[in-house]
């Protein structure tokens, strides 16, 4: 966060050159901000430090670790892509008070979020947006900053163990029903491909992810 007090300035060659000082967070008014999406979290108590240099500039940096909802669209699954928003705001202050701005471009910002993916996850980060707009609550307009970011699900696992099974136990399930065999070689064929199913059947429902309005269509057929 970086922002400007005007009542916070002075001259560094009255004193000693000094141009820049690190005091804590809250020896001056700084602006507090809510996160909308936000279920749970916890911040750094160690990072509770604010740089104030001599033009007034206020610069400081606080992590957070928070837990965010967002809806899912699984129609496609395991070939979905996601959108999640995270919207941050201060209602305490109108638009005529404060209003935020980014500091960074999208570009930036998508080349920074790409070096903090350390290890390969499900999930595959492809791209971020911004969108500043306000808001009108009651009487008054509220600066909101809003990220949307987009994510790609790596589908590589679930191809591997459940759609290639499953496609494998249907061409069985042909190759057996149009052959040569006897009828009680089929009927016990058929059975163990109904077990194999089944299994599958359970297997999908575990791993199915269930918060979405629409099923997806792998686990309709």
């Known amino acids: 966060q970086e922002w400007k007090n005007t009542f916070v300035t002075w001259n560094p060659q009255d004193f000693c050159n000094i141009s820049k000082?690190?005091?804590p967070?809250?020896?001056y008014w700084s602006p507090l901000i809510f996160i909308l999406e936000r279920v749970s979290g916890q911040n750094s108590n160690s990072m509770n430090y604010v740089t104030v240099t001599h033009n007034g500039s206020f610069n400081t940096t606080q992590p957070f670790q928070i837990t965010l909802t967002c809806s899912l669209l699984i129609f496609r699954f395991p070939f979905d892509t996601q959108m999640c928003n995270l919207t941050i705001a201060s209602f305490l202050y109108p638009a005529t008070d404060l209003v935020m701005k980014?500091?960074?471009t999208p570009a930036e910002m998508i080349k920074d979020s790409q070096s903090f993916f350390l290890t390969d996850g499900e999930w595959k980060f492809t791209n971020l947006s911004v969108i500043e707009y306000?808001?009108?609550?009651?009487?008054?307009?509220f600066s909101m900053?809003?990220?949307?970011v987009s994510m790609e699900r790596r589908p590589t696992l679930y191809v591997l163990n459940l759609i290639l099974p499953t496609c494998a136990l249907y061409l069985l399930d042909m190759a057996v029903l149009f052959g040569p065999s006897s009828l009680e070689e089929k009927i016990g064929f058929q059975i163990a491909i109904i077990l194999g199913s089944s299994m599958l059947a359970v297997i999908l429902n575990n791993i199915l992810p269930t918060s979405s309005n629409k099923p997806p269509v792998i686990g309709t057929h």
Do not use: G, S
Request: overall charge negative; charged content about 40%; proline content about 0%.
């Open 25 to 27: 967070i809250d020896a």
């Open 102 to 104: 980014t500091r960074r």
């Open 21 to 23: 000082i690190i005091l």
């Open 134 to 141: 306000l808001e009108k609550i009651d009487d008054d307009n």
């Open 145 to 148: 900053v809003t990220y949307v």
